[in-house]
C-alpha cells in the first residue's frame, strides 16, 4: 500500500475501522423497555441511591430489634405507604421538600436503632409509614416513561421488600449471637449517613 | 404496554393466598368459580371501551384482596366465595380487552399459590405470606397509577 498524504498507510486506517466495527455499541435508548426491562429497571432503582437504600434496611433492622409484632407489620406497612407516596408523586400532589424528609428518615431510624429505642406499637408504624410516604413521593416523580409498570412496579416493591428482609437477617443473626451493640452500631452508621443526606439536602 | 397476563396473574396470586387462609372445603368452590366466571367473561367479551375501567377494577381488586389477608378473622363462606366471585369477573375482563386467550392459562394457575402458602403457614415464617400479601398491594397502588403519568408509560413506543 502506498501511504498518504500525511505519510501515515491507509493499512493502519484499515485495521481500526476492522477493529471499531468488530465492537458494536448496542442502542441504550430503550434500555427499560417490556416486561423484562421494566422489571430489572424497578428493581435496581431502590438500590441505586443509598439515601433510600440505608432506610429500606434501616426498617428491617429496627423491626429486628421492636420484635413481634412489629417485625412483620414495619415490613407489610412500608410497601403499601410507599406505593401510596409513589401515587402522590405521580399525580403531582404538594408534599413538603422530600429530599429533607428522605434525609430525615435515614437520621431517625438510624437514630432509633442506635438507641435502641421501643415506642409504642402504633408510633412506630406512623413514623415507618411517614417517612415510606417520602421516599416513595420521590420515586414516583421518577418513574420512567419506557419501562413496562407492571414489570417496573414488581420489581420496585421486590427490591424494597428484600432490603427489609435484609435489614431483619442482618438483626436477627446479630442479636442471636449478642451483638445488639453490633446492630447499634449499624444504626449509628446509619444515622451519621443520614446527616450527611440530610446537610446536602440543606445545602442544595 | 400493560401486561395483559400479569394484572390477572397477580389478582389470582392474591386469591390463591386469601384461599390459604379458607376453610380447606371452600377451596375447590372458590378455585371453580373464579375460573368459570373469568372463561364467561372472556367468552361473552368485554367494549375495547372500557379498558381503562376492566384495568382500574383489576388493580383495586388486588390491592381489596390482598389487604383483606389482614382482617384479624379467617375469611368465612360468604367472603372467599365473593373474592373468587371478584377475581373470576376481572380476570376474564382484563383477558378479554388486552390479552390474549393463553393469558388465561397463565393467570388462573396461579391461584395454585395457596399449595406453598399453605405449607408456609405450617412454619415459623408463616406471616411471611401476610408480607408478600402486603407487597401484591403496593404493587397494585403502583401499576394502578402509573398510567395516570403524563408521559406515556404504559403505551408502546415506536420499538414495541
Redesign the interface.
Request: with cysteine; charged share 5%.
Given at each position: 500500500m502506498t501511504p498518504n498524504r500525511s505519510g501515515q498507510s491507509p493499512w493502519w486506517a484499515a485495521c481500526i475501522l476492522l477493529a471499531l466495527s468488530l465492537m458494536p455499541t448496542v442502542a441504550q435508548a430503550h434500555d427499560g423497555t417490556g416486561l423484562v426491562g421494566g422489571f430489572i429497571s424497578g428493581f435496581l432503582h431502590p438500590l441505586n441511591g443509598p439515601d433510600h437504600m440505608l432506610a429500606m434496611v434501616a426498617v428491617g433492622l429496627w423491626g429486628a430489634i421492636l420484635g413481634r409484632p412489629l417485625v412483620v407489620a414495619l415490613p407489610i406497612v412500608f410497601p403499601i405507604m410507599m406505593a401510596v407516596g409513589g401515587a402522590m408523586g405521580i399525580v403531582g400532589v404538594p408534599v413538603p421538600p422530600v429530599e429533607l424528609g428522605i434525609g430525615l428518615s435515614v437520621v431517625v431510624l438510624g437514630g432509633v436503632i442506635a438507641f435502641s429505642i421501643k415506642p409504642a406499637d402504633w408510633l412506630a408504624i406512623a413514623i415507618v409509614a411517614g417517612f415510606a410516604v417520602f421516599h416513595g413521593y420521590a420515586h414516583g416523580q421518577e418513574l420512567p416513561s419506557a419501562a413496562d409498570p407492571v414489570g417496573y412496579s414488581v420489581g420496585f416493591v421486590l427490591s424494597t421488600g428484600l432490603l427489609h428482609l435484609i435489614g431483619i437477617a442482618i438483626g436477627f443473626m446479630a442479636l442471636r449471637r449478642g451483638g445488639l451493640r453490633l446492630v447499634r452500631g449499624l444504626g449509628g452508621l446509619i444515622s451519621l449517613a443520614g446527616v450527611w443526606f440530610l446537610f446536602k439536602a440543606v445545602t442544595g | 404496554?400493560?401486561?395483559g397476563a400479569?394484572?390477572p396473574a397477580?389478582l389470582c396470586l392474591g386469591l390463591g393466598m386469601l384461599l390459604a387462609y379458607a376453610p380447606r372445603r371452600l377451596i375447590a368452590p372458590a378455585l371453580g368459580l373464579a375460573s368459570m366466571l373469568a372463561l364467561g367473561v372472556f367468552a361473552v367479551g368485554v367494549p375495547a371501551a372500557w379498558e381503562e375501567i376492566v384495568f382500574a377494577g383489576c388493580w383495586i381488586s388486588v390491592v381489596v384482596t390482598s389487604l383483606s389477608l389482614?382482617f384479624p378473622r379467617a375469611p368465612g363462606q360468604l367472603r372467599v366465595l365473593a373474592f373468587a366471585a371478584n377475581t373470576g369477573v376481572w380476570v376474564g375482563a382484563v383477558v378479554a380487552v388486552a390479552g390474549r386467550p393463553l393469558d388465561l392459562l397463565f393467570a388462573l394457575p396461579c391461584t395454585l399459590v395457596f399449595v406453598p402458602a399453605i405449607i408456609l403457614l405450617g412454619t415459623p415464617a408463616r406471616?411471611g405470606v401476610?408480607?408478600?400479601a402486603?407487597?401484591l398491594?403496593?404493587?397494585?397502588?403502583?401499576?394502578g397509577?402509573?398510567?395516570?403519568?403524563p408521559?406515556?408509560?404504559?403505551e408502546p413506543?415506536h420499538?414495541?
Amino acid at each position: 500500500m502506498t501511504p498518504n498524504r500525511s505519510g501515515q498507510s491507509p493499512w493502519w486506517a484499515a485495521c481500526i475501522l476492522l477493529a471499531l466495527s468488530l465492537m458494536p455499541t448496542v442502542a441504550q435508548a430503550h434500555d427499560g423497555t417490556g416486561l423484562v426491562g421494566g422489571f430489572i429497571s424497578g428493581f435496581l432503582h431502590p438500590l441505586n441511591g443509598p439515601d433510600h437504600m440505608l432506610a429500606m434496611v434501616a426498617v428491617g433492622l429496627w423491626g429486628a430489634i421492636l420484635g413481634r409484632p412489629l417485625v412483620v407489620a414495619l415490613p407489610i406497612v412500608f410497601p403499601i405507604m410507599m406505593a401510596v407516596g409513589g401515587a402522590m408523586g405521580i399525580v403531582g400532589v404538594p408534599v413538603p421538600p422530600v429530599e429533607l424528609g428522605i434525609g430525615l428518615s435515614v437520621v431517625v431510624l438510624g437514630g432509633v436503632i442506635a438507641f435502641s429505642i421501643k415506642p409504642a406499637d402504633w408510633l412506630a408504624i406512623a413514623i415507618v409509614a411517614g417517612f415510606a410516604v417520602f421516599h416513595g413521593y420521590a420515586h414516583g416523580q421518577e418513574l420512567p416513561s419506557a419501562a413496562d409498570p407492571v414489570g417496573y412496579s414488581v420489581g420496585f416493591v421486590l427490591s424494597t421488600g428484600l432490603l427489609h428482609l435484609i435489614g431483619i437477617a442482618i438483626g436477627f443473626m446479630a442479636l442471636r449471637r449478642g451483638g445488639l451493640r453490633l446492630v447499634r452500631g449499624l444504626g449509628g452508621l446509619i444515622s451519621l449517613a443520614g446527616v450527611w443526606f440530610l446537610f446536602k439536602a440543606v445545602t442544595g | 404496554m400493560r401486561g395483559g397476563a400479569l394484572p390477572p396473574a397477580l389478582l389470582c396470586l392474591g386469591l390463591g393466598m386469601l384461599l390459604a387462609y379458607a376453610p380447606r372445603r371452600l377451596i375447590a368452590p372458590a378455585l371453580g368459580l373464579a375460573s368459570m366466571l373469568a372463561l364467561g367473561v372472556f367468552a361473552v367479551g368485554v367494549p375495547a371501551a372500557w379498558e381503562e375501567i376492566v384495568f382500574a377494577g383489576c388493580w383495586i381488586s388486588v390491592v381489596v384482596t390482598s389487604l383483606s389477608l389482614h382482617f384479624p378473622r379467617a375469611p368465612g363462606q360468604l367472603r372467599v366465595l365473593a373474592f373468587a366471585a371478584n377475581t373470576g369477573v376481572w380476570v376474564g375482563a382484563v383477558v378479554a380487552v388486552a390479552g390474549r386467550p393463553l393469558d388465561l392459562l397463565f393467570a388462573l394457575p396461579c391461584t395454585l399459590v395457596f399449595v406453598p402458602a399453605i405449607i408456609l403457614l405450617g412454619t415459623p415464617a408463616r406471616l411471611g405470606v401476610k408480607i408478600v400479601a402486603s407487597w401484591l398491594a403496593a404493587v397494585a397502588i403502583l401499576a394502578g397509577t402509573l398510567p395516570i403519568l403524563p408521559t406515556t408509560g404504559y403505551e408502546p413506543d415506536h420499538m414495541q
